[in-house]
């Protein structure tokens, strides 16, 4: 097996490009998201973008307030509780980016399609409602028959959807620990992020523990992203932040509404970003930024318990460094 | 006992959810409404999200998301969204959910979308809306596959409209049997709980009229606040006040305060 280890900056540079075709995962609005690896898109100047993913997420928010994204496909654009994402909804407003609507069911199926290599799915969801009748792609054909043209069950007769199946360029998939090989262990739900890395061209993991393969072999069963299918993993520590992930921090409340009401306007989506993106490096300078106090108080989870019985096999920071350096020569 | 508006509707839905029932919950008043019912009435409700969280009951106060570590904190399971929404709400096997809606209409209708000065099916052009809001989420599928759902609606005249900007999650569409002619499993929003009263649709029709209308307002003002002819039950009724027992079981759920900050 090959170490897969990579730096964010690397990731981006070899994996990303202008015009693709990029998912991001898990894409939970509160929860897990490969966040730091958006900030680092946008950092190397990532644009028109084609954006797919169930979720809105911070992510996806500061990708559309930068103006780096023309094009997504979403189920739910929001932040939760958090209010509606304000730069994905000046974006959208100001027609800068398309957004074609589906249902977060609808999304799961067409990442299973995808994975599957098939060309559409058959679906009972988005048919008979506006997500069928209305696309950004083809605005002035109204009802829409293009985008989930109606199908007919060759059993039955009766009528289905198709939806077109996916296969992004490139999935960026945020995950709770990683070994170096690219076998993966989540916390809290999956979402889409199973069927997503089977679908995906090419895989990046961004975890934010690496643990070692003794770890992986005693949990096989909930190793559910493999080496296999996964092309770089990049070792961030808190890169879902200011969003959670599970068994490790809490999400960031008060950034998450300061990040959000920033997204508002461009002025202050450049400032924001002056600050907050633009502003690191090394992982050290990431975490000067959110600071010490901060990083305590997310870290103080309800879930920490989860993590129990893989603390053993956490490789630490030094540990990481020398693989790090390893998967270069 | 003071309580607020929204308080009083998450009760009432609340109230609407049987025991033992496989329901599917959102985030925010549909969450609070579920959890209520299970400290209340309901021990045996078997509540889980849209992305496979099941078993959990909230710490620390009301969840930021679905998904937040608030309910992942004591999950039974963790799944994905192909089987919370797949296997078994889309495949017709939960019983009930719980979802809001920015506009409903007469039909029971929801849009989650976005809003128009001239909506798509006016124009016949789908434009960028005036203003974005969410998008469905997993509303769509919750309303094509659950046995039956409740809508949780601030009862405006903006809000409450004849025909919606735009069906994101589908009610009875146009009425009479045309929703039965898209062959969904799931049969359909079995009520509207407004912050004025309570909604049902007609069994023939499917238009929803008046059922019920909390203490604080009347009929002409629900009627007022509505933006079609809105029928009344020839037996409607005044919901009975939230009694100090639901109160306090509400308050054990929200233990922050969501409900009291508003209205």
């Not at chain 1, 897969?4 to 897990?32: F, H, R």
């Not at chain 2, 900007?165 to 009875?172: A, E, H, L, P, T």
Request: hydrophobic share 35%; proline share 5%.
């Amino acid at each position: 097996m090959q170490n897969k280890l990579l730096s964010i900056q690397e990731a981006v540079a070899n994996y990303t490009w202008d015009g693709m075709t990029y998912c991001n995962g898990a894409a939970l609005p509160v929860g897990s998201c490969s966040i730091a690896f958006g900030k680092e898109m946008v950092k190397q100047k990532r644009k028109n973008l084609n954006v797919i993913c169930h979720c809105g997420s911070q992510q996806v928010n500061l990708l559309a307030a930068v103006g780096a994204m023309d094009r997504v496909e979403v189920a739910f654009s929001g932040l939760e509780v958090y209010g509606f994402a304000a730069g994905l909804n000046r974006a959208v407003t100001s027609g800068k980016t398309l957004i074609e609507d589906y249902s977060n069911g609808a999304m799961a199926l067409r990442f299973f399609g995808g994975a599957m290599n098939w060309p559409f799915v058959p679906t009972n969801v988005c048919i008979c409602n506006d997500q069928q009748w209305c696309s950004a792609d083809y605005p002035d054909e109204y009802p829409c028959e293009r985008k989930v043209p109606e199908i007919t069950d060759p059993f039955t007769g009766k009528k289905y959807g198709a939806l077109r199946t996916l296969k992004p360029d490139v999935a960026a998939i945020h995950v709770t620990m990683a070994d170096i090989y690219g076998n993966a262990i989540m916390m809290g739900t999956e979402w889409n992020r199973f069927e997503m890395s089977r679908a995906a061209k090419k895989v990046v993991l961004v975890a934010d523990k690496i643990v070692h393969t003794d770890c992986i072999r005693q949990y096989p069963n909930l190793v559910r992203i493999i080496s296999e299918v996964v092309d770089a993993v990049v070792y961030w520590p808190y890169a879902s932040w200011p969003q959670a992930s599970p068994g490790l921090y809490d999400s960031d409340e008060e950034h998450m509404f300061y990040m959000n009401k920033m997204m508002k306007t461009q002025e202050d989506t450049d400032e924001y970003c002056a600050q907050w993106v633009n502003n690191w490096d090394s992982h050290e300078e990431y975490m000067a930024l959110i600071g010490k106090d901060k990083i305590e108080k997310i870290s103080q989870t309800e879930t920490a318990f989860l993590m129990d019985p893989y603390r053993k096999w956490i490789l630490s920071d030094a540990e990481i460094r020398e693989l790090q350096d390893r998967a270069k020569e | 006992m003071e309580y607020t508006k929204q308080e009083f509707m998450a009760i009432i839905t609340g109230r609407e959810i049987k025991d033992g029932e496989l329901i599917i919950l959102g985030v925010g008043l549909s969450m609070l409404a579920g959890y209520f019912a299970r400290f209340n009435h309901a021990p045996n409700l078997k509540p889980f999200t849209e992305g496979g969280i099941y078993g959990a009951t909230p710490v620390g106060g009301l969840p930021w998301g679905i998904e937040c570590n608030r309910l992942s904190a004591n999950a039974t399971s963790f799944t994905n969204a192909i089987d919370a929404l797949g296997f078994l709400v889309l495949s017709g096997r939960a019983d009930n959910a719980v979802i809001g809606a920015a506009q409903v209409d007469k039909y029971g209708n929801v849009n989650t979308t976005g809003i128009w000065d001239e909506p798509p099916w006016k124009t016949g052009h789908y434009n960028p809306p005036k203003v974005r809001l969410n998008g469905s989420g997993g509303a769509s599928d919750i309303s094509v596959g659950c046995k039956r759902y409740l809508i949780m609606a601030s009862h405006e005249k903006r809000r409450f409209m004849d025909r919606v900007d735009y069906i994101s999650s589908v009610g009875f569409l146009r009425g009479g049997d045309s929703r039965e002619k898209c062959g969904f499993i799931g049969g359909g929003p079995a009520a509207i709980i407004s912050t004025l009263g309570i909604l049902r649709p007609d069994p023939q029709t499917k238009e929803f009229y008046l059922e019920a209308y909390y203490p604080s307002t009347s009929v002409e003002e629900v009627r007022e606040n509505t933006g079609w002819d809105l029928k009344v039950s020839p037996d409607v009724k005044m919901v009975p006040e939230p009694t100090e027992e639901e109160l306090k079981n509400l308050r054990a759920v929200d233990t922050t305060g969501s409900l009291r900050k508003k209205g």
